[in-house]
């Protein structure tokens, strides 16, 4: 009767021990800079069910924004954007916090954007953007600013945000 009492209370241990280890990971803010013509870090990684913040900040003189996504979309063989957003293709809306002067609208294109852009026209605007991870976005994600036509990204202006398990 010991043996089996013994056997329970281990595998109740076991279990427990088991959930406790898929806790959901700490919170991460990155603050990322935007400049001419790059974005500093211009790497950032996360887990998924992780919570991130990203506070960007317009460093540059010119207007920059941002965008995550897959495969770069060429306009009048221009990169304009990418073909898989991130943000849509997992079902996420982003929560943005700006400063008066950003904007989640239009940016200087050659064609008209589809998916989750900020775009900070000015030196020392501001936003904040907060998702949690979800497993949809595992994997190697680019970010990119396509501002002037696609110069910016062309120039330099992108990176990778990475999501792990």
């Known amino acids: 009767m010991r043996i089996l009492r013994f056997i ?5 241990l076991s279990v427990f021990l088991a959930a406790c280890s898929k806790q959901m990971p ?3 803010t990155y603050i990322i800079e935007m400049s001419e013509f790059a974005f500093t870090p211009n790497t950032i990684e996360a887990k998924i069910g992780q919570r991130v913040t990203i506070e ?5 003189t010119l207007e920059h924004e941002i965008m995550f996504g897959r495969d770069v979309m060429m306009v009048n063989n221009r990169p304009d954007n990418f073909k898989i957003d991130m943000f849509g293709m997992a079902l ?3 929560q943005v916090m700006q400063d008066q002067k950003s904007d989640m609208g239009e940016s200087m294109h050659g064609a008209d954007h589809t998916g989750f852009m900020v775009v900070l026209p000015e030196t020392d605007s501001k ?3 907060s998702f949690t991870v979800t497993e949809d976005m595992q994997g190697e994600w680019e970010i990119g600013c396509f ?3 696609g110069v910016h990204f ?4 992108k990176g990778k945000f990475i999501v792990n398990p």
């Open 127 to 129: 936003a904040t953007i």
């Open 154 to 157: 062309d120039a330099g202006m």
């Open 56 to 60: 960007l900040i317009n460093k540059g």
């Open 8 to 12: 329970s209370v281990l595998s109740f």
């Open 26 to 28: 700490e919170p991460i």
């Open 147 to 149: 501002s002037q036509n």
């Open 92 to 94: 996420v809306e982003p």
